[in-house]
């Protein structure tokens, strides 16, 4: 008994002692680390002409074990500027790394325990005065190196004149509630019969009282050869084409016809009838479809009786779109074409090489897109590249715009996508700058065979000279981004990625007639400390100028692709050299070789550079960042998206571009500085007899920088692109030469507000279809209150406008304005609404006081 009581002690006290540890192990929380991370920008100011601007990051510690010296860093995407000074209460390291990667670490040190909070205050070169341009894609690691997201992060918003204005300079205007009242208060709401019947406006059109009804199964003349044509225009108006091969049976004939000398022009002819379409080409012949089926009405299934003469004032009327910096889908692109398409736009340039990102497979070189179609957590980008603008840490995330590329297959289906709706797409491959994605690739397939003892494998495409030691900065802050034009290798790269190209075109059956070869933002700097190019620099004596092998450069370039037969585009710097004493200079060299100019600068003295550049004989398309860089933001609100550094560009700006005169759209300056024509462009050269037939078109651009996906791709070019159509198939507009100067701006206005009412009450209706449904920007609306009433406007005249006066944000089921509302309510809160029930950003007007809410 005393044995069997001993033995029932001790199994209790076993067992007691196992339920303990049970109950002590379920007690004690695990170790986790979980940081808070909030930024405030302080103030923009400038001070001895240099801006700069100071923002606060609040760390917190959320997790239930103190930060230390050696468990946490923290990296992210940021703007890039240089940080001048940074004054923390704990001891902590920031610094931006290269581009516009950051990181802060702690130093020796540094403790902080769970529930407490730390602040670091940091003094930046430059200004910012975007929402969007706080820390992106922030991420921490552990002790171990692996990375984290971070779920704890706010940028607080932007209210006062201090963040939203750019120095004392900045006159651009604060887009308060008021001001956007005022601002497009000249805009009313037009009935449908005074809208334009299409866009781009025809030359001639005239149009009758009546329809003309499309049967459901119509019958067709026309040629074998237009069968792609004809196919595109049966889906367009949902209808079945029943080709016969007599006149006398044709409801609709479709006919190239040699009277019509334009081969991109074309007569459209409807009458009680039939339809009659005459083109100069198979070009022709598509615009006319394309206006046939934006005429058409697909609820009664006519089209009304109308005669169309017309064909575009330039032959060069594109787009230019980065997926290098953040990949676009190729569904996305298509899309794009889509729009394209339906406004006669004819060129895509694609610009597929950037610092941040190679996106198109060349079997050759198979290392381009397996280090750099992606992107993250790296110190070395030895295997692939940093994160760059929020794209996080993770080089398999499929939802990054840092990740991706397009396969041959891919590359393929969109240019033959393009090519079957008369569109060229011009490949981009941006040489000598811009190329660090290449120089990583290339680096790494270099160790690679050199491991293999492979030396003149390892050497045949390598990029760079090993032993530059040149310090410069690039326009996107990186100090390595610049290929070694001294050495040979760096022409066979070239022509082995276009020799690729050239055969997926082949392959698809596509012609391709222009590579454009980027060359734009080589940074003073480059190869100054190049031991290959002051070697080579000694067998070209007549390089007085270390910055002039870049055209050097562009000379060799063009003399290998002349043998391909290709058009030869390239940025304005591809036409520029500069003097003994460094002043830029246009080069003539290359007149009459088959080179192509794209012209964007129009600022900082340059307001001219275009004209000039045509006047000495180089034909040239137009791309003026003042009304053709997309990417801009729309307007100073700091909720909108977008860059600023040449100014902002809205729906209005590219609409108002008159091609051969364009000192009249030239209005203001990057900081909202309004030009005077006759003082400010005194001397400048405007176009010669000879320089007005070299401009052969314009282009508007789409850089990726800031552009995350399709939405935002598609509500940056969207309604925008529509005043780049009209102006290139237009030419100049009808009141260009009203000499007044305030006439012809009432005359302007006129024109514009009938044009953003065809496109709000026609054309967005068109993109809102169920199985389209694009993102096109929706503006806030202005908001007014004169003596206790209320008044509403939106720049896009003719959307719902929704408000509230409780407080509550708006929605569906709130109140349409129709209009003047009297209220003792302290508060409005309105937004514009489409036909699909999507909305764009608030605006918000404290009653009473005038003053503007977030």
């Not at 074309?266 to 070009?283: F, Q, V």
Request: net charge negative; glycine share 6%.
């Amino acid at each position: 008994m005393i044995q069997q009581s001993i033995h029932m002690s001790l199994l209790r006290l076993l067992l007691t002692s196992i339920i303990l540890a049970i109950l002590i192990s379920c007690s004690t929380e695990p170790e986790t680390i979980d940081i808070g991370l909030n930024w405030h920008l302080t103030q923009n100011y400038d001070k001895d002409d240099t801006n700069y601007h100071d923002a606060v990051f609040t760390i917190s510690n959320n997790g239930n074990v103190a930060l230390s010296d050696s468990n946490w860093a923290i990296y992210w995407n940021q703007a890039p500027h240089d940080i001048k000074s940074v004054e923390a209460e704990l001891p902590i390291s920031i610094r931006r790394i290269n581009g516009d990667f950051y990181e802060m670490k702690p130093m020796k040190g540094f403790k902080l325990n769970p529930g407490e909070q730390t602040k670091a205050t940091t003094t930046s070169t430059g200004f910012i005065i975007k929402e969007s341009d706080g820390p992106l894609g922030i991420y921490r690691l552990d002790e171990s190196g692996k990375p984290h997201t971070i779920d704890h992060v706010y940028i607080e918003p932007f209210k006062t004149p201090k963040q939203l204005n750019r120095n004392s300079d900045d006159l651009e205007s604060i887009p308060t509630p008021e001001h956007l009242y005022a601002q497009h208060n000249y805009l009313n709401v037009l009935p449908k019969e005074q809208l334009y019947p299409l866009i781009p406006y025809p030359h001639s059109l005239k149009k009758g009282v009546s329809n003309y009804s499309i049967p459901p199964d119509i019958r067709v003349y026309y040629r074998a050869a237009l069968s792609k044509e004809i196919n595109y225009l049966s889906e367009g108006i949902n209808t079945k084409m029943q080709q016969v091969y007599y006149d006398s049976l044709a409801e609709f004939k479709i006919l190239i016809d040699e009277k019509i000398k334009n081969p991109e022009g074309y007569e459209l002819n409807i009458t009680a009838d039939g339809i009659t379409l005459n083109g100069g080409s198979k070009k022709g012949i598509f615009y006319g479809i394309v206006s046939l089926i934006n005429l058409y009405d697909p609820a009664r299934r006519t089209v009304p009786i109308i005669n169309i003469k017309d064909a575009p004032a330039y032959s060069y009327r594109g787009m230019h779109v980065d997926v290098a910096r953040n990949f676009q889908s190729k569904e996305t692109l298509l899309r794009l074409l889509d729009v394209m398409a339906s406004l006669k736009l004819n060129k895509l340039l694609l610009y597929l090489t950037e610092d941040e990102g190679w996106r198109l497979t060349i079997e050759e070189l198979p290392e381009l897109t397996r280090v750099s179609g992606s992107r993250g957590h790296t110190l070395d980008n030895s295997k692939f590249l940093q994160p760059a603008y929020g794209s996080g840490p993770s080089r398999f995330n499929p939802n990054s715009t840092g990740n991706g590329y397009y396969t041959r297959t891919d590359f393929k289906e969109i240019i033959k996508y393009a090519y079957d709706r008369h569109i060229d797409i011009i490949p981009e491959v941006n040489f000598p700058g811009h190329a660090r994605a290449a120089i990583y690739a290339m680096e790494n397939r270099y160790r690679r065979l050199m491991a293999e003892g492979k030396l003149k494998e390892a050497e045949q495409y390598r990029l760079i000279d090993p032993d530059d030691t040149s310090v410069y900065q690039s326009a996107q802050s990186y100090h390595d981004n610049i290929v070694c034009v001294c050495r040979p290798s760096v022409y066979d790269f070239y022509e082995t990625v276009l020799a690729d190209i050239q055969e997926m075109y082949k392959e698809a059956n596509v012609p391709l007639t222009m590579i454009h070869t980027g060359g734009d933002e080589v940074p003073n700097g480059a190869w100054t400390e190049s031991p290959m190019c002051k070697e080579y620099l000694k067998k070209y004596p007549e390089i007085t100028n270390i910055r002039n092998l870049q055209s050097h450069f562009f000379k060799n370039l063009v003399q290998r692709l002349q043998k391909t037969g290709l058009q030869i585009g390239g940025w304005e710097e591809v036409v520029m050299d500069f003097d003994e004493e460094d002043h830029w200079q246009i080069n003539d060299e290359f007149v009459g070789d088959n080179v192509y100019p794209y012209i964007w600068n129009n600022l900082w003295g340059e307001e001219d550079l275009g004209y000039r550049v045509a006047n000495r004989g180089y034909p040239v398309i137009l791309c003026n960042v003042t009304n053709f860089y997309f990417d801009l933001a729309y307007d100073k609100d700091p909720r909108e998206p977008g860059l600023y550094w040449a100014g902002f560009i809205n729906e209005k700006d590219a609409f108002s571009f008159v091609p051969e005169n364009m000192f009249l759209s030239t209005e203001s300056d990057h900081m909202g500085h309004k030009f005077h024509p006759d003082i400010d462009f005194k001397g400048k050269e405007h176009l010669t007899q000879s320089g007005r037939k070299n401009i052969i078109g314009i282009q508007g651009q789409l850089w990726g920088e800031t552009v995350k996906g399709r939405d935002m791709l598609e509500y940056y070019y969207l309604p925008k692109i529509y005043g780049l159509a009209q102006r290139a198939w237009e030419g100049n507009p009808s009141w260009h030469n009203i000499e007044n100067h305030d006439e012809r701006n009432a005359a302007r206005d006129k024109d514009y507000e009938r044009f953003i009412n065809t496109i709000t009450q026609k054309e967005f209706k068109k993109l809102d279809r169920p199985d389209l449904k694009y993102h096109y920007r929706i503006p806030a609306p202005g908001i007014t209150e004169t003596d206790g009433t209320i008044y509403l406007n939106s720049p896009y005249p003719g959307m719902e406008i929704r408000y509230t006066l409780d407080g509550s944000e708006p929605s569906t089921k709130s109140s349409i304005y129709t209009g003047p509302i009297n209220s003792e309510s302290k508060l409005i809160r309105a937004k514009v609404f489409n036909s699909i029930g999507r909305s764009g950003l608030e605006s918000q007007l404290n009653l009473n006081l005038n003053t503007n809410v977030e």
